[in-house]
């Protein structure tokens, strides 16, 4: 398997999933080191409660648009 190239993170163009994802980085107080090091920097338990949180905000905001 060859590397990942790390490709920077551009805080102008972002997807709303990709800025979900560092405003949880941010409550759980890794922003710095993302923008610093990149998302590869992190420890797999650090990505592995922003992979949950993520899951758990999705289910959250598809239960409510269909109750809407």
Do not use: F, Q
Request: aromatic letters at 2%; zero cysteines.
């Amino acid at each position: 398997m060859g590397k990942k190239k790390e490709k920077p993170i551009d805080l102008k163009n972002m997807t709303p999933e990709e800025k979900l994802k560092l405003e949880i980085a941010d409550e759980i107080g890794v922003y710095d080191k993302v923008i610093k090091n990149g998302w590869r920097s992190l420890s797999a338990k650090e990505s592995g409660r922003i992979g949950g949180m993520m899951t758990r905000r999705k289910r959250e905001l598809s239960k409510t648009e269909t109750n809407s």
